[in-house]
Every structure is written in C-alpha cells, then in structure tokens.
C-alpha cells in the first residue's frame, strides 16, 4: 500500500510488469539499478511524484514477487492472463483496482520505463484534479508518451483490452478528448534488450 491509507476517488499509477522479457532473455524488472532493480526504481519514481497512490500488476506464479520490493509501499496486483500481453495485464489490474478502490483515474506506467520523470507524473494527475479530462497525456519534446491517464467513465474500455496492443486504440478513439501536458526533454525509454540495459546502466549508474 502506499504511504496513506487509500480511498475512493484518487488517482492511483497502475504499473505494468508482467511482461515476459523475450527479448532480454531473463527477467528485466530485476536487473540492477540505483534504487535496488528496474522495478523498484519505476516505483520510487511514481513514490517521488507524490500524489498518487501505486500499484503494480504482474504475472500470477511469474518470476516477480512482492520481496522483490523490498518494503516500498504498493498495491500488488497479479493476473493469469499476463501471456496474452500487455493489453490483458492493464484490463486485470484495472479491474481490480476498481473493484478494491473506485479510483477516480488511473495513470497508466509501464516497468520497464525506470527513467520516468516524477514531475510528468505529478503535472499528469494534476492537470486531470483542474480540469476533469478523461484522458491526460504526457507530451514530451519528441511525442506522446506515459504517463497517459483515464478518468473513471473509461475504465470500462480498458477492462474490454487483450492482448498485446495496450491502450493505442483507444487513444486514438478518444484522441479530441486527450487533454496533453508539455514536459520537457524526451519521453521515457523502454529497457527491452541486453543492449538497451546496458546503456541504461552505463548512464544511471555514473549519475550515483
């Protein structure tokens, strides 16, 4: 759980981790970062935001556990579907996190994005608590990226997600309603190969 006790109507970071790391050859959320593994460093960076609440959503018996953690304050969230990809992991943790909370939006991140910026996140809920948007997304200097949040009335649209397409259609649904936040600099790096770790590491280690 985190910091304080949740309620209905916040926001919450739902982060998206039951990917299979095909492509890494071994389970990416836990290679090292500064902050413990790559999981651990997404969720202090969803922590530092500040004003939401966080849960995680992994594959039910996959090589993720709560340990992995190590005591930082989370919801954590499991589905049998997490094979049909990533589509099928955001509809189970919406779901469940309507079921427990009746959040009044959730962020959507991904886990292997470490270096997402706590202020998009931030400027991300509180343009939605200003303006009420169904949709608020993250604009960087180079595109669109997550953090991308849906207000309630579109939670039933993402419980109907599967597979491995995510939320991109419905983006492009509702694209009038997206309400966009400039954040500088580029958007967020997915970490999917050896070769993108590495010059991951290379970078965030020699900041420490």
């Known amino acids: 759980m985190s910091k304080r006790r949740a309620g209905s109507g916040d926001v919450w ?8 790391s095909r492509r890494m050859g071994e389970p990416k959320l836990l290679l090292p ?9 997404t969720m202090h960076q969803v922590l530092a935001a500040g004003n939401v609440q966080m849960a995680v959503i992994t594959a039910e018996g996959g090589p993720l ?4 953690t190590e005591s930082v304050p989370v919801e954590w969230l499991t589905t049998s579907q997490a094979n049909r990809g990533l589509g099928a992991s955001l509809s189970a943790g919406v779901r469940q996190l309507e079921a427990r909370y ?31 948007a169904e ?9 669109p990226a997550h953090p991308v949040l849906f207000a309630a009335p579109l939670f039933p649209e993402l419980t109907k997600l599967d597979g491995d397409v995510g939320a991109k259609e419905l983006l492009q649904q509702y694209r009038e309603q997206i309400v966009e936040v ?23 280690f020699s900041k420490i």
């Open 13 to 20: 970071a739902l982060i998206l981790a039951g990917g299979a």
């Open 135 to 143: 949709i608020v997304q993250a604009r960087y200097d180079d595109r």
């Open 182 to 204: 400039k954040i500088s600099g580029n958007a967020p790096r997915d970490i999917d190969t050896p070769e993108e770790y590495a010059r991951y590491r290379e970078s965030a």
């Open 33 to 41: 970062a500064p902050r413990g593994n790559l999981l651990q460093q």
């Open 65 to 68: 556990r709560q340990e992995d």
């Open 102 to 132: 009746a959040p009044a939006a959730i962020q959507i991140i991904l886990g292997d994005q470490p270096e997402i910026s706590p202020d998009a996140i931030r400027q991300v809920t509180e343009v939605f608590i200003q303006t009420g």
